[in-house]
């Protein structure tokens, strides 16, 4: 019995120990909220808030407590957890750490004194004030920001703070808490008073504020135009400012000044006004702030010009420290004339906008260079916008392409590869009524290919390139001595990758260097389809030239020798880009080589790299009747490569003559170009009646059926082709029209000459003919729906669709969709993409579902065919866009699937929008008590809690676990009982 009773109390130690869910010191977490509105109008906002987690250090190890730091609202970071939790010192020690060292090397104080400031590294300069940014024109008839870069998007989300908090505070066994929260009184984003009280039930919570603001901010809360108004109507801006000046009610406002701008086709303008500030009332039940001032104003601007005018606004006051919400822009629009978005590359749009008025005198061109000169940032306006023969012209980039079709009637691309643009968000603009003209030279060529011809928007295109011949290989050789390496191989990669995504599905490309001897493919063997393009372009980016001396003939020799090893013998297509300089370089045997690689068959491309390059012997290398091909400039590499690659893709010759096709034709020449009856275009009949200049290349092309051809070559092979797709139209214009000679003063050269680009030799003849192409623009543009066409808006109340058709249901989805970056869209182009989305359009497809939370439910409160649709039911509190929100494309899900892709304008971040700015709750200033113990579920392990969206799982609440185990009494009374009883039963045999 004693041994039983010994054996009980040996088991019962262990389980006796303390346990993980003993009661840990009390948790003391601050929340700081570190927003560009909290700490720039502050210039001391960096030494407050070291002195201030300082303090709070020190009194968490005087209460006993171990401490947390939780951020919010720092530019360019999501709310997270930047230290703890540990022990009380440890965070005044990581203050005094050097700015490399510590956790906290990353915490950033924006302030007018020390904006990017890390905490621990003394303040010792100013900081440069963050740069204006271009803006979104977003929609129309609404204000939207200049948006700062990525990196200067804020959001003062408190909601999402608070839930990290209670995260952190429900921590399994930790002992009661505390949370300080130091703001400046105000949010952004979804009603944090749900978070608060969760946060209740674990902690008492605090409310610090910084110290009251010693910088004045005036801000831009609102500009307002109509959508639209009749030509010559009086046009008014109206515009409702915001500020906060130092000196609470007492303050004097400092000298304020609203400047306006406005730029229209026939005009520009510019007003200065000064601003007459009033206090502003406090909204019931939220807290007062001291020193908010308001002003209302009506800017009158004089009669609407025809077609789009835009409008941009400045506040300027001395010493804001928040130019971001100074600057907002709207704009109207007035008239019949058509709006023409001209998507091209910036280094072509003078070139462009030259060509397109030729021929018209513009009516009326604004003077960009006095108005843009305005205040530094009034270059968010469109440049040079200008009115001929009724279609305004406006420019912008590939990027800008949602920007453009919100606005938009006609939209040309002008040498633009359809691979670049958002398929989905163009097929929607067309569908719904809008026009869309394609052309371009070896820019067409990169993305307009056979194997693409179901991928949007190559779908929509009336034109479709003819299949490639047989499979063949690509063979790029190139020297890997030390001239080529660095920027001249930089400039070859890019020339390749350019090279990749124009090449035809049946070519197998490669990349190898040389130099003693033939270097190893850079790229792994792969078979044409699925794949392919990736995985070229893979190994292109990781090649690194080699360095050494290089032997051309013997490199040559075993390429020969390999392709005689070959079981499958293919048609091979090798460029050589050498200097020339090698160990060897005997006639005799250069001439054997040539006639060797031709038995093999391989087609030699000999390119001289350098002045220096030995083309004597070179030139030895080329079969009979060819010649060098002769780089002017590296960097023009990449369209010799496509030009020497695609030559069956393209006819080139002197004067390629042109016919008009009549719309009574049946078919031209081999059935290759048909007209047919599809839509009414006869404003195109008549349209040339001069008929047309003469090309020197253009793409060969074959027209889709129902498709309309307009313009044939001699031989009838189809040249310019129409369609209608849905409620609008698009046209492809197999060639670069405004791709003429290099200047007016240069009449001709051979298209091989090198002394010109590539890109000017496809239409010489046709220098200052845009007005061949006007017709055309204006009958793709008059089937347009501007007023019907659906629309995404960011409001105050947040997302509205306007202009929804009346066949949509009342109850939608949408979601937002990041338009890839053109180079990830060409490395991921072969990877088995839906056959309806395009290169360029970015992740997923049209009939992903995804998860509930990925979308936004907007309704009507009309019913069925009502205009509008908004997120949340009527009335409700809606919030604005997050940083998740700020732009891409919204893509509307029905019932079945797909309903359209639409452009979602970037509006200002919540931050520099006073409208989306709320004030805390005047409760909150009271709360100091501990409201009581948590009897919910509790999050998982604290390592797994670190930024806002930690999992939760089911635990223990506070104060509710640790102590001594019931088991382990229980051993311990049963083991002493026995051992008691052993001992007298001992005794009384004893």
Not at 702 to 722: E, F, H, I, S, T
Not at 779 to 804: H, Q, T
């Amino acid at each position: 019995m004693v041994w039983l009773g010994l054996a009980l109390m040996a088991i019962s130690l262990p389980l006796l120990l303390p346990t993980p869910g003993d009661p840990s010191p009390p948790l003391r977490l601050l929340v700081v909220d570190l927003s560009p509105s909290a700490t720039r109008p502050r210039s001391d906002s960096t030494v407050f808030l070291r002195r201030w987690l300082a303090a709070q250090d020190l009194a968490a190890g005087t209460a006993g407590e171990e401490l947390a730091l939780v951020v919010f609202g720092a530019p360019g970071a999501q709310c997270r957890r930047v230290f703890g939790p540990d022990a009380a010192g440890k965070l005044r020690e990581e203050l005094l750490r050097g700015p490399l060292d510590g956790p906290l090397k990353g915490l950033q104080a924006e302030s007018a004194a020390g904006a990017g400031r890390p905490l621990n590294q003394p303040l010792n300069r100013p900081a440069n004030q963050p740069a204006n940014r271009r803006a979104a024109p977003g929609a129309r008839h609404t204000s939207a920001g200049v948006r700062g870069g990525r990196a200067q998007a804020a959001e003062s989300d408190l909601a999402a703070a608070l839930d990290l908090a209670q995260s952190l505070m429900g921590r399994r066994g930790r002992g009661v808490g505390r949370i300080v929260l130091l703001s400046d009184g105000t949010h952004t984003g979804p009603d944090p008073r749900p978070s608060w009280n969760g946060c209740a039930a674990w902690a008492s919570l605090t409310l610090e504020r910084w110290p009251a603001p010693d910088l004045p901010d005036a801000a831009i809360a609102e500009l307002s135009l109509p959508r639209e108004l009749e030509v010559g109507a009086p046009l008014a801006l109206g515009v409702e400012l915001t500020a906060l000046f130092p000196g609470g009610a007492q303050a004097r406002p400092p000298a304020s000044e609203l400047s306006v701008s406005w730029n229209a086709a026939r005009g520009a303008g510019q007003q200065r006004l000064p601003v007459a500030w009033k206090p502003a009332p406090s909204a019931p039940g939220m807290a007062p702030q001291a020193g908010v001032w308001h002003a209302s104003l009506v800017v009158p601007l004089g009669p609407a010009a025809p077609g789009i005018t835009d409008v941009v606004a400045r506040v300027t006051c001395p010493g804001d420290p928040l130019p971001e919400n100074d600057l907002a822009r709207c704009g109207t629009r007035a008239g019949p004339e058509l709006v023409c978005a001209v998507i091209v590359d910036s280094g072509r749009r003078e070139e462009v906008r030259r060509w397109l008025v030729a021929g018209a005198a513009a009516e009326g061109a604004a003077s960009v260079a006095s108005v843009a000169s305005v205040d530094g940032g009034l270059s968010a306006l469109n440049v040079d916008p200008v009115v001929v023969d009724g279609l305004q012209l406006r420019f912008w980039e590939v990027e800008e392409l949602g920007q453009a079709l919100v606005e938009a009637d006609v939209l040309w691309t002008c040498g633009v590869a359809p691979d670049r643009l958002d398929g989905r968000l163009l097929a929607s603009f067309v569908e719904y009524g809008g026009g869309w003209l394609a052309s371009g030279g070896w820019d067409l060529l990169q993305g307009w290919l056979p194997q693409r011809g179901r991928q949007l928007p190559q779908a929509l295109l009336p034109l479709e390139p003819p299949e490639g011949d047989a499979e063949r290989d690509v063979i790029l050789l190139v020297d890997g001595s030390g001239s080529m390496a660095g920027g001249p191989f930089e400039l070859v990669r890019r020339g390749v990758l350019e090279l990749a995504r124009a090449s035809l599905a049946g070519d197998h490309l490669s990349l190898r260097f040389f130099t003693g001897v033939l270097g190893p493919q850079q790229n792994e063997a792969v078979l044409p389809g699925a794949g392919t393009r990736r995985a070229t372009l893979l190994g292109i980016l990781a090649a690194r030239v080699p360095g050494g001396t290089t032997d051309v003939l013997y490199s040559l020799d075993q390429l020969v020798a390999e392709r005689g090893r070959q079981a499958e013998r293919r048609a091979a297509l090798a460029l050589l880009l050498t200097d020339g300089h090698t160990a060897s370089s005997d006639a005799e045997r250069t001439r054997e080589v040539s006639r060797k690689l031709v038995a093999a068959g391989v087609q030699l491309r000999v390119f001289p790299i350098g002045e220096q390059a030995d083309r004597q012997f070179l030139g030895q290398l080329v079969a009979p009747g060819e010649s060098l091909v002769e780089v002017g400039e590296l960097s023009e590499i990449g369209e010799l490569f496509q030009r020497e690659v695609n030559q069956a893709r393209i006819r080139e010759g002197a004067a390629i003559g042109l016919t008009v096709v009549g719309s009574e034709s049946a078919a031209v020449g081999a059935g290759q170009a048909r007209a047919s009856a599809v839509g009414d275009w006869g404003g195109l009949d008549g349209a040339w009646p001069g008929g047309l200049p003469p090309l020197e290349r253009l793409a060969r092309a074959r027209a889709k059926d129902g498709a309309r051809v307009l313009w044939a070559d001699d031989q009838g092979a189809p040249v310019l082709g129409l369609w209608s797709v849905g409620l609008g139209a698009a046209a492809l214009l197999a060639t670069d029209p405004v791709a003429g000679p290099v200047s007016p003063g240069d009449p001709g050269g051979s298209a091989g000459s090198a002394s010109r680009s590539l890109k000017n030799v496809w239409a010489p003849a046709w220098v200052n003919q845009g007005a061949l192409l006007r017709p055309l623009l204006r009958v793709l543009g008059r089937g347009s729906r501007r007023g019907e066409r659906p629309r995404a808006n960011w409001r105050a109340e947040g997302l509205v669709l306007d202009g929804v058709p009346p066949t949509w249901p009342a109850v939608i989805r949408a979601r937002r969709r990041v338009q890839a970056e053109s180079w990830q869209a060409v490395v991921a182009s072969d990877t088995g993409a839906a056959a309806d989305t395009g290169a360029g359009a970015g992740t997923g497809s049209a009939s992903d579902t995804g998860s509930a939370s990925d979308y936004l439910v907007l309704t009507t409160d009309s019913g069925p065919g009502g205009r509008s649709r908004r997120v949340g039911q009527p009335g409700a509190s809606v919030p604005g866009p997050g940083a998740d929100w700020e732009s891409g494309v919204l893509e509307v899900v029905g019932p079945g699937g797909l309903l359209a892709s639409l452009a979602l304008g970037a509006p200002r971040a919540a931050e520099y929008d006073p409208r989306r700015v709320e004030r805390l709750p005047a409760a909150w200033e009271q709360v100091e008590a501990y409201a009581g113990t948590g009897t919910g579920g509790v999050p998982g392990p604290l390592d797994t809690v670190d930024s806002v969206g930690g999992g939760a799982s089911g635990g223990q609440a506070l104060g509710g676990g640790g102590g001594v185990p019931a088991l382990g009494l229980v051993a311990l009374t049963l083991g002493l009982i026995l051992l008691a009883a052993g001992a007298l039963v001992g005794l009384g045999r004893a």
